[in-house]
């Protein structure tokens, strides 16, 4: 397993919002960032430290206008925190290794799925699809998905065997 740690070479080639909403705690616009509608099969990394967070297969609409999942992909990549800086008391998601602000938890999602909601921003995250898993170095994480092999490599750039 590769070692997830914060790249400051990483921040600095963040954009504006990126870097406030990871580095200052922000929180980007709802209906306008770029994961809140995404359907597609993926996985869904810290940008600072690529620390794989969610899966697709666990992410719903939740009609908010941010990225809602029910829990994270692997646990201890995600710490949460008390957080009172809005005059509530609220609970605030990390990634483990890059320390970046990913949003917040809440316990109105689907009871069905566990009553978890992890709200959280687009600007923190990198989307790997389905189809690229094993290229970008998170292939363990393919069985989740239904990608068949051709599909994998032609969206690689290479030929199935």
């Given amino acids: 397993m590769p070692g997830y740690h914060k790249s400051s070479e990483r921040v600095s080639q963040f954009t504006d919002q990126q870097y406030r909403v990871t580095q200052h705690d922000e929180t980007e616009p709802p209906f306008a960032n770029a ?3 995404n359907k597609a099969p993926g996985i869904y990394v810290d940008i600072v430290s690529g620390e794989p967070l969610f899966a697709s297969v666990d992410k719903y609409d939740s009609g908010t206008g941010w990225p809602s999942l029910t829990k994270p992909l ?3 990549h995600v710490v949460e925190r008390p957080d009172s800086n809005h005059g509530t008391i609220r609970v605030e998601v990390r990634s483990a290794r890059g320390d970046s602000h990913l949003g917040h938890l ?3 999602g689907p009871r069905d799925r566990g009553g978890l909601r992890y709200r959280i921003n687009s600007a923190s995250l990198r989307f790997i ?3 690229e898993l094993a ?3 998170y292939g363990q994480y393919s069985s989740l998905f239904s990608v068949s092999e ?3 490599a032609e969206a690689s750039g290479r030929s199935a065997a």
């Fill in 35 to 37: 994961y809140w509608d």
């Fill in 74 to 76: 692997v646990a201890d």
């Fill in 106 to 108: 809440f316990s109105d």
């Fill in 129 to 131: 699809p389905a189809t």
């Fill in 135 to 137: 290229h970008e170095g």
């Fill in 150 to 152: 051709e599909d994998a």
